[in-house]
Nanobody, 129 residues
Framework: EVQLVETGGGLVQPGGSPRLACAASGFTFDDYVIGWFRQAPGREREEVACISNNDRYTHYSGSVVQGRVTNSRDTAKNTVYLEMSRLETEDTALYYC?????????????????????WGEGSLVTVPS
């Protein structure tokens, strides 16, 4: 059974720096691009960052948390991390991780999330005003 489980969300004070984790199982981790997306209340889902299967390339959304996120993966743990910094109220959202097979690229999946095979249930990050 394919599973993507996000952890690390919760209440984050403005300016905080949480780290989200996405634990993957049920598929060959090294063959999959893993992406982070988010959906705020009343808004459409949007890309945050997508990392290539070989950890060599990350596509970051140009408009979302620009310059404030780092995406990385740990093959030994089948886990992808999203580190965020200087969070603002506008960053409040449900953060999802998702996986799609290579050879499609992080750019492919970041700009066409409807093509992604697997999705987690999301981890809520709340930044109070």
């Amino acid at each position: 059974e394919v599973q993507l489980v996000e952890t690390g969300g919760g209440l984050v004070q403005p300016g905080g720096s949480p780290r989200l984790a996405c634990a993957a199982s049920g598929f060959t981790f090294d063959d999959y691009v893993i992406g982070w997306f988010r959906q705020a209340p009343g808004r459409e889902r949007e890309e945050v960052a997508c990392i290539s299967n070989n950890d060599r390339y990350t596509h970051y959304s140009g408009s979302v948390v620009q310059g404030r996120v780092t995406n990385s993966r740990d093959t030994a743990k089948n886990t992808v991390y999203l580190e965020m910094s200087r969070l603002e109220t506008e960053d409040t959202a449900l953060y999802y991780c998702a996986g799609g097979p290579s050879p499609f690229t992080p750019f492919d999946y970041g700009t066409n999330p409807q093509c992604i095979n697997y999705w987690g249930e999301g981890s809520l990050v709340t930044v109070p005003s």
